[in-house]
Structure formats: C-alpha cells, structure tokens
C-alpha cells in the first residue's frame, strides 16, 4: 500500500449529501477486473453529459461545464471536501480506486459510511472527520480562494489551513499505523497464523458443522 | 457473566486476537463470492503466491452480470453478449478453478444471488461469520449469523487468512410490536425503519431487529429486512434465533448432518440477546402503523406512505437536506405535493437480493392472478432469486400467473437491481422495483426507481401506477401464511 505522511493539497469541494458509491463509480464500470483506470469515470454521470461505458476516450466527451471537478482552477486536486454521509451504498472498493486513480489522496466530510471508510485506508486514501460547522468553514475558505490548499499531517493529526489554524481530527491508531508505514494488512496478519490456527482448532472442535471436510 | 447481545455474543466467539489499539481480528467461517469483486483480489493471491487458506469457507456464484433471457442464458457464458461482462464472469470460473474454490456456475440451478443462495443451501448458519464483497451480506443476519460487507482488499484478506481485520460496532435495537396490517410486508416495515433512522442512523453500528412483528415474519421476510440494514447505514443486521430458523434450515445440502444436527440446534438456542443486554440505541416502531412505502427519492430514506404526497423539499428545515430533496425530485421528474398514487410508471421491476425469494413471487402472484399488466407498462419483469426457486415457483404454477398477465419470467440474477447485464431503465424511465437502492443511476443512465414490495409493484403493474395495495382485492390472508 502508498504510504501517506504528509501532503500540501490542493483541495475541491463537491457539495452535495449522502453521496454514494454509485454516484463515485458508476457499476458499468465495475466490470473490469484490474485495480487501476477508473479515474477519468470518477462522478462519471456529474461530470460527463452523455452516458458513459468502459472503453470510450474519456477526452471525446462532453464535459459538464457545472461540475465542480471539471473547472480548471480544481483540475489538480488532491483534497476532497464533501458533506456526510460521503460513500454510501455498496462495497465497490472501486469507488476509493476510482478517487486514488483520478489524484485524491484525502477526503474530508462530516461523516462516512462503514465500508468505503474501511476500503478507502486500505488503499491509502486518508479520510477525515470533521464537525459540521469546521466543514461548512472549510467550504467557504475554498470556494472564496483560488489555490486553497490544506496542509494534512497525519503524524500530527491536524489540518492546517492557509492562515496556520490546526484543526486536530481522531483516526484510529491501527488504521493510521498502516497509512504511515505503507504496511499490507495481509503480511501483518499472516505474522499470527499460529493464533488463527489455535481458535481454528478450538472453533473447529466446538462447532464441527461449521467444517465441511472434517 | 454481564448480560450481552446478540452481535456481542457472536463478536466474543469468532475473536482471534485483540489488538491493543482497539483493532481485533476476527475468524470468518463463510465467505462467498461473486463475479464482480473477486478479480483483482484473486489477482493479488496470484502476484503474491498465496493460496486460500481454507478452500470449504467459501462458495462463489456468478449473479450481477448474468443475462436473464432464456435464449442468452441457455448458451451459458458464450451468451453473455457484453464481452466484459462475460469476461468477468470467465475470471470468476477460472479463478475458481485454479484456487479450487466450489462455484455454481451460470447454469447450475443452484446458481443465484448469491444472498439468495447462501441461506437457500444451508451455507448461511446461525453463529456463524459471513462475509462477501457486497454490501447486501447483511442479509445473511436473519439466521443470526454475523454477516457483513467487505470491499476487495478484504476479499482478498479473507482468502489468504481467514480472517478479517475489524472493530466492535455499537449495538442498536429496533423493536416492531403489534400486528402488521394486512397487504404490509417486511418490505414496509425496513422502508419504513430506513425513513425514520436514515440512510446514516445505523452507520458504526449492528442492528438487532427485534418485537413481536419480527418474530413472525418468516424467513424471507427477516432476510429481507436485514438485507436493507445497510441502506440504513449498518452494515450488519441481525435476528434473532428461534424455530422458525431452525425449521428453515433443516434439510439443506450444506446445513449440519443429522448426527450433528442436535449439538447444533443446542448451540443455536443461545443466539438472542440476554434479558436486559445494553444496546446503545433503542429505535421502537408500531407495526400496526406502518403503511405500504413507497420511495419517492434518490435515497432510501426518501421515502412516503402510499397514502402520501410527495414532500416539500422547503419544510426540511435543514439547507443541505432541502437541497438534496430538490436535486432529488428535478431527478425523479416529481413535485412537491403530488399524490403517491398519482405517480404513473413505465416498468415494473420484481426481483433482487431484497424481494426474489419463492415468498415475495407468491405475494406478487397473488396480485397478478386473473389481471392483465396496464397498457402504458412497457416491461413488467419478475427475476427469480436462483434456479431452485425459480424451479419451485414453476412447480407452483406462479410462472404461468405471472405470465398470463403479461409479465415476462426470467432467468435467476442480480438484472436491474443494478442494470449491470443487459436489462436496465432508459433516461427518464420510471419503475417500482423491489430492489434496495433508488439512487441516480442505479437502475440505468437516468433511470427513475420506485422502492417497493412486490405485492405494491405487482399492484402498480397492473393499474399502471402506484395504488394501496391494502384496498386492492387479492386473497392478502393466503399471502401473508405463505
């Protein structure tokens, strides 16, 4: 996994509740069996004006000219700034990849669904969580100055503002752990293969049904 | 020991090890699989030489790109005209293949949904851990089964290890008492959860369902309601144990052996949360109260009695909600104020891990029996849940009802749920569907969803618009007992 430490971003803002998975990847997209090329589908249906489909050449379609990500001075973002409840729906990890793949490195929202939460670390897309009214500051500060970037420390765990404010946010001390070192989940816990075989043993003995070639 | 609840009874028995900062690891004994998001975590056991650690955890299924037509579906794979579609379910069969993993392939008649396949086989059991890379597992929670779920990476994970890296949820509790009225179903009672929690009231936490009105749904009618657990925001649903699990399961290819089967139901009899266990939530509705729902938004929360209007985004009371409300309906073509029973339709969509279990055909073939589908629905489709139910359903004659009125029957898979094979709404189409999710798009570029319950969308076939399906004339005692 990309290690994430530190990074001067600049951030967009997509304002707009309850976004969901769908709408961060559309599902035709879902289709294909690689990891990597969803970017120029990421808000597929809020950023093109025609339908989309996998394999056209994203650069022959006509742009949404509202759209947020589409105006030049956002072009570069590395920062998302959303509203809550960002990452509904399904568990289409493609949602994060899309994100990762299309530049975002972190998403800050007032709150997040379970899943995505979990499939955007996993990935090394950091997501903060901030108040309400921190949020709704934070939309005003972009959208009023070109060039807005944030200093994200997550060492520190602060968002720093242009003018020096450190908004502090929480992130949880295994999550930020992996992010910091770059580590992958499935080598950290194959390292206590012995203690999943010990309760496998213990588990497989208490509920034998639960094993079908035993 | 302290009273617990269901979720930290089934917590505490599949903890492997607990870490000290708050992460722990817990043991999964069923993962299942579908076409969709597998392959780039096969791929990575692959770059990395990992093998699954144990190969009769998990069962596959390929559901969400399946064609649903009989002239495709018979060519099996080489029917499947979209060349990525049929790519990716080729990557699910050889992937299955190569790690020895057990699949039902397209045209296996236990191929399915794989949510609907799961409890139809036994594969799903009470106490157990079960994991898939979707998020509709919740569903498997009406067996009291831990059921969540995950993205690729943890597909991925869960492969290699067994194990799932997580953390403890809270716990909430919604307790439904009384009686529900006659024509309202699961279906309602979860839209109607989902209305007064919303779509993030259940986010970081496991949802009990609890109350007199749970403990009489049958099976399907808790799978269904769990099943949406998620479209609440909480990715694990649960119920509670009692005969009517048991009975369910009793007799299925992979439910336990008769010599195992006593220990078994021992087992299970502890799965319900102690008397006074702490949840962190406590959500109670009236059964008798819930009307017929029907969704009128791009969200599940977004949701009415079919008595209702159409809301006034203005009397939200909150700027981001009113502005989600008006994007909501300029999407849906609807205005504030407009009768739900006035909203006319163009198809008509019965089906999906929600609503395509032999109970919600014979509901909805109750409606359907003797009537024709109205003249301005374009397709009325009903999509069975796998090939055994669609087999049962034939042998009960529901196929002939359902196509006499001018339904057409399809071929078991996910279909327009989420319009990823070949059957999806036009711009500007309007459907009652019995799926979960009416987001844009969801259902097709464009497309306008209208979250129902198969007795409301056979209804709404019919008249050609919504209508309570409470004073509409169909044998409602009969499909209630079903």
Not at chain 1, 17 to 39: E, H, W, Y
């Amino acid at each position: 996994m990309k290690k994430f430490e530190r990074l001067q971003g600049l951030v967009a803002p997509l304002d707009r509740a309850n976004v969901d998975t769908d709408l961060i990847i559309p599902k035709q997209f879902l289709k294909s069996i690689k990891r990597t090329g969803f970017g120029p589908n990421l808000f597929d249906e809020l950023r093109y004006l025609d339908e989309g489909y996998p394999g056209q050449d994203a650069a022959s379609r006509p742009l949404n000219p509202d759209f947020v990500l589409n105006q030049p001075r956002y072009r570069d973002a590395q920062v998302l700034l959303a509203r809550r409840n960002f990452g509904c729906g399904s568990s289409r990890e493609h949602a994060p990849w899309a994100l990762d793949d299309f530049g975002f490195r972190v998403v800050i929202a007032p709150s997040f669904a379970d899943i995505f939460y979990n499939n955007s670390f996993k990935n090394g897309i950091l997501l903060i969580t901030l108040d309400e009214a921190t949020v709704d500051r934070l939309f005003q500060e972009t959208e009023a100055s070109e060039g807005y970037r944030l200093d994200i420390d997550l060492e520190g765990q602060q968002v720093i503002t242009p003018s020096g404010e450190a908004i502090p946010f929480e992130v949880d001390a295994f999550r930020k752990h992996c992010l910091l070192e770059g580590l992958d989940d499935i080598g950290l816990t194959l390292e206590q293969a012995g203690a999943i075989r010990d309760y496998e043993s213990r588990h497989r003995a208490a509920n034998p049904w639960l094993f079908r070639d035993a | 020991m302290a009273s617990q609840t269901l979720y930290d009874k089934l917590w505490a028995q599949h903890l492997v090890t607990q870490r000290d900062d708050g992460s722990a690891l817990i043991y999964i004994d069923r993962h299942l699989l579908h076409e969709v998001t597998s392959p780039q975590a096969f791929e990575g056991l692959r770059l990395a030489g990992r093998k699954p650690w144990r190969r009769d955890a998990n069962l596959a299924t390929p559901d969400h790109n399946v064609p649903t037509t009989l002239k495709e579906r018979s060519a099996g794979n080489a029917g499947i005209l979209d060349d990525v579609s049929r790519i990716q379910v080729e990557t699910l069969d050889a992937n299955c293949e190569s790690f020895d993993i057990e699949e039902f392939r397209i045209n296996d008649e236990r191929q399915g949904i794989v949510h609907v396949v799961g409890p139809e086989q036994g594969a799903t059991l009470p106490g157990m851990t079960v994991v898939c890379g979707d998020s509709h597992t919740a569903t498997h929670g009406a067996f009291a089964a831990l059921s969540h779920g995950i993205g690729t990476s943890e597909v991925e994970h869960v492969l290699a290890t067994q194990c799932l890296i997580a953390q403890k949820m809270k716990n909430m509790q919604v307790r439904v008492e009384g009686k529900l009225g006659l024509g309202v179903t699961a279906k309602d009672i979860v839209l109607a959860i989902i209305g007064r929690i919303g779509t993030a009231g259940g986010t970081g936490y496991a949802i009990e369902f609890a109350g007199s009105a749970i403990r009489e749904l049958s099976m399907e009618g808790r799978m269904t309601i769990c099943n949406m657990a998620i479209e609440a925001g909480a990715r694990v649903g649960l119920v509670a144990v009692d005969d009517t699990t048991i009975d369910y399961l009793k007799g299925r290819p992979y439910a336990p052996s008769a010599e195992q089967w006593p220990a078994a139901v021992e087992a299970w009899r502890d799965l319900v949360s102690d008397e006074g266990a702490h949840f962190d939530k406590v959500v109670e509705l009236d059964a008798a109260e819930i009307e017929p729902q029907v969704t009128w938004g791009t969200s599940p929360e977004m949701v009415a009695n079919v008595s209702a209007a159409v809301p006034d985004p203005a009397s939200a009371g909150d700027e981001t909600v009113t502005q989600g409300m008006t994007r909501a309906l300029e999407y849906m073509g609807l205005s504030a104020g407009q009768k739900i029973t006035d909203i006319r339709l163009d198809k008509v969509f019965i089906g999906s891990c929600t609503n395509s279990r032999i109970e919600d055909l014979r509901e909805a073939a109750k409606v359907a029996r003797g009537r024709k589908v109205a003249d301005n629905i374009q397709l009325a489709m009903v999509v069975p849940g796998s090939g055994l139910v669609k087999r049962l359903a034939e042998a009960e004659g529901l196929d002939k009802v359902f196509i006499e009125a001018g339904f057409e029957w399809r071929e078991p898979g996910c279909s327009m749920c989420l319009a990823m094979n070949a059957d999806k709404l036009g711009a500007g189409e309007r459907c009652a569907s019995t799926s979960n999710r009416n987001f844009e798009g969801r259902q097709g570029y464009g497309g306008r969803t209208h979250l129902v319950s198969p007795a409301m969308a056979a209804a709404a076939a019919i008249e050609g618009h919504f209508v309570d399906v409470r004073s509409y004339d169909y044998d409602r005692a009969d499909a209630m007992s079903a």
